[in-house]
């Protein structure tokens, strides 16, 4: 599910138009703003009575970030049109389930990015 969400997302022209750094985990240090982080929350795989039916539930957050708010909100606001209600492949269906906004924690004001956090359920076949 990972790389696939990953290339759906750069391979989308308004994400792409805005960032090329979408990435799993962390951002690398030294790289520019704006950027997508992807961390899964939750995993869970569906069952029925003869056992796994190929199913996950899948928790995702999504930060972004950027130098301004108006910037993060941006890529937000692109990721959030291709992912909302998204169908398609191996994923059966992923949906908006809650959205934050916030700024970074660190010793100098100036270099805290502004973060716009999205959580999305995903639903993918293996």
Same mark, same amino acid.
């Given at each position: 599910?990972?790389?696939?969400?990953?290339? &759906? &997302?750069?391979?989308?022209?308004?994400?792409?138009?805005? $960032?090329?750094?979408?990435?799993?985990?962390?951002?690398?240090?030294?790289?520019?703003?704006?950027?997508?982080?992807?961390?899964?929350?939750?995993?869970? #795989?569906? %069952?029925?009575?003869?056992?796994?039916?190929?199913?996950?539930?899948?928790?995702? #957050?999504?930060?972004?970030? /950027?130098?301004? %708010?108006?910037? /993060?909100?941006? &890529?937000?606001?692109?990721?959030? /049109?291709? &992912?909302?209600? %998204?169908?398609?492949? #191996?994923? #059966?269906?992923? *949906?908006?389930?809650?959205?934050?906004?916030?700024?970074?924690?660190? $010793?100098?004001?100036?270099?805290?990015? *502004?973060?716009?956090?999205?959580? *999305?359920?995903?639903? *993918? $076949?293996?």
């Amino acid at each position: 599910m990972e790389e696939q969400l990953r290339a &759906l &997302l750069e391979a989308n022209p308004a994400v792409a138009a805005i $960032t090329p750094h979408i990435n799993w985990g962390a951002h690398p240090k030294g790289q520019p703003w704006p950027a997508a982080v992807l961390t899964v929350i939750s995993d869970t #795989q569906g %069952y029925t009575l003869d056992g796994p039916d190929g199913l996950s539930a899948i928790r995702v #957050q999504i930060d972004c970030y /950027a130098a301004t %708010y108006d910037a /993060a909100k941006d &890529l937000s606001r692109a990721i959030r /049109a291709k &992912l909302s209600g %998204y169908s398609g492949g #191996q994923f #059966q269906g992923v *949906f908006l389930a809650g959205l934050r906004d916030g700024r970074e924690g660190g $010793t100098n004001e100036a270099d805290r990015p *502004f973060r716009v956090s999205m959580d *999305f359920m995903v639903h *993918f $076949t293996h």
